[in-house]
């Protein structure tokens, strides 16, 4: 018996303060885009990276503290936590995003609009398939978990997990800035092999003048469709080179959150 009120005891002291501790990793987790990508779809794993993470924050341990000491009621503080991860993860996807967006324009362009299930949701063409699989390679050989850890960890620094919810000032403006850089970073991603592409389809209008018997529409995307299969070979080193620069957008996260969650 005084083993059993003795667990008790501990659970209700460290669980609380557990579940506050794994909320915001999971919410993280929950929707962070490397996980799909990476065929982690178990929650088992997902709430193991969670609790991991978490066990640095209880490090120190819980003594003289009480749960009096949060500024919302325990339900209320537990949604914030996930709130913030949630958020969190929005801001750690981006590049992931821009990967899809750069090849989803190229696939677009050469007429290719059938594809595969996206592990994220959707649908997700050819070429964008490339380039988020190149994407998932960058962020696991920058070591792309630490940073994103490192970036959980930052994040208690200006939200604690006794602070109220975070104010949404400024918000609007900085996820409009950040679909605006999704958009940009596709196009600049997408644009040296889609000005090929235009240029390819210039000199098949051109030809019209020459040939009239000529099919200009089948002939421009059987010509497309070759182009891309040649030079993606070689436009890879580009779409590499440019992709980890995407991924330097991780240093600044957490300072685009804080903008939109003071």
């Not at 605006?180 to 030809?207: N, R, T």
Request: aromatic fraction near 14%.
């Amino acid at each position: 018996m005084p083993l059993a009120q003795w667990l008790i005891d501990l659970l209700g002291v460290w669980g609380p303060w557990m579940a506050l501790a794994v909320a915001r990793p999971a919410g993280f987790a929950l929707v962070f885009s490397v996980f799909a990508w990476g065929h982690i779809n178990s929650g088992i794993l997902r709430m193991g990276f969670a609790m991991v993470l978490a066990m640095p924050l209880l490090s120190q341990g819980i003594d003289g503290h009480s749960l009096e000491e949060l500024a919302l009621p325990l339900p209320a503080a537990l949604a914030k936590e996930v709130f913030l991860g949630v958020m969190l993860a929005f801001f750690a996807s981006v590049p992931m995003a821009i990967a899809v967006g750069g090849g989803g324009i190229i696939d677009f362009y050469r007429g290719s609009f059938n594809g595969t299930m996206d592990p994220a949701s959707g649908q997700i063409t050819p070429v964008a398939t490339l380039f988020a699989i190149c994407a998932l390679w960058i962020f696991a050989n920058l070591g792309g978990f630490w940073i994103v850890a490192a970036m959980i960890y930052t994040s208690y620094e200006f939200w604690p997990v006794q602070a109220s919810f975070p104010e949404f000032k400024g918000g609007a403006a900085t996820f409009l800035h950040m679909i605006e850089m999704i958009a940009l970073g596709a196009l600049v991603l997408a644009g040296p092999m889609v000005f090929i592409l235009f240029i390819s389809d210039m000199v098949h209008l051109a030809s019209t003048k020459f040939g009239k018997q000529i099919n200009v529409t089948h002939l421009a995307f059987s010509s497309k469709n070759l182009l891309v299969a040649a030079l993606l070979p070689v436009f890879m080193i580009v779409v590499v080179r440019a992709l980890k620069d995407d991924f330097d957008l991780y240093r600044h996260a957490v300072k685009w959150m804080e903008l939109a969650f003071r």
